[in-house]
């Protein structure tokens, strides 16, 4: 009961900082389809700039050039967050290759990312003379073939941020939930965007989730790699955890809905707030979304080790709708 009133006292932003617990770091250049949903400043000005952030909301998946796929329950906290009406205009965006954090602080600096060292100029070395060779060397001349494609070079952990044009929630999205009791159907929505191009899409897997039960999967979401942290200033990292597709237990917080569990291991592994919208995935492809997670084992460090890591939205129900905002609406360029 202690823990329920504490857990309802906390505040919304502490709570959306929460990330998923136990997993890994990712590498770079890995999963650039799995993006950050955020709610950024319209306009720095100066009198605004002791008390403007950049809000991380939900991640999200990139499925084509325009279209991105996340949780409902996220558009409607970026619905909040972008009310004209608010005292700090914001408007909602998608972050590309974020892995590093880019929480953008007072002076549009990121305030999770180290400052680059000086460069120290070298010491000077002493020319040395050095003897002339008996006989001249050899000259060889190489050729190199051009290959029949081109490769472009493309800059590392470069951030990018495409305006959000449209927000479609599914028409049968439900939410009753009411603090960490949780109700939710149908927590799907696709966010229309400016094009996004990248070299790798999210493909959507088309299995029965019925089928999957014992498949290995992985989560991917921002996150912190142990619980007792400072969640406010926590670096932003794409993080990925390997957990077992199992069967749910008869009290379904989510309906439809896939449930996960963690290998057995020491360490915690929970899925949290700000890990909605996340894809899990398997060798299907992507299979389903991070759907809406209590919170109270979260915040709880002393809870021991869970089995079941959290609750997910299952996606081969919903392949028709996907697909027919991707075709019917996507822009047709002019001939």
Known sequence: MILVLLVLFIPEQVL????LLGGKDVNDTDYRF???LEAIAASKRKHHR???????????????????????????????????TN???RKAVVRVNSNKGTR????????????VPEEKPEPKQESVTKPTPVTEPIRVTTTTRTPFYTTTQHPKSVTTTYAIVAMYKHSGYR?????????????????????????????????DFTSLIGYESKILGYGLRQPDGDTSK???????????????????????????????????????????????????????????????????????SATTVGHLLPLSPYLTWITSHILNTEPVAQL
């Open 234 to 304: 926590a670096p932003r990292l794409l993080q990925l955890l390997h957990v077992l597709v199992v069967e749910c237990p008869p009290d379904n917080e989510m309906y439809p809905v896939i449930c996960v569990a963690a290998h057995c291991k020491t360490e915690r592994a929970m899925l949290c707030k700000g890990d909605a919208g996340g894809p899990l995935i398997s060798f299907f492809g992507v299979i389903g979304l991070i759907g809406k997670n209590t919170n109270v084992h979260c915040i709880q460090t002393t809870i021991t």
């Open 50 to 84: 002791s008390m403007v952030q950049d809000i991380h909301v939900c991640t999200g998946v990139v499925l084509s050039e325009y279209w991105t796929l996340t949780a409902a329950h996220c558009v409607v906290e970026l619905e909040d967050l972008t009310r004209k």
């Open 16 to 19: 959306s900082d929460l990330r």
């Open 104 to 115: 953008q602080g007072p002076e549009e600096q990121p305030e999770d990312i180290a400052p």
């Open 87 to 89: 005292k700090i205009l």
């Open 34 to 36: 799995v993006v950050r």
């Open 175 to 207: 939410d009753v939930s009411v603090n960490e009791n949780i109700h939710v159907k149908n927590d799907i929505a696709m966010l229309q965007t400016d094009q996004i191009t990248l070299q790798e899409y999210g493909k959507v897997g088309s299995g």
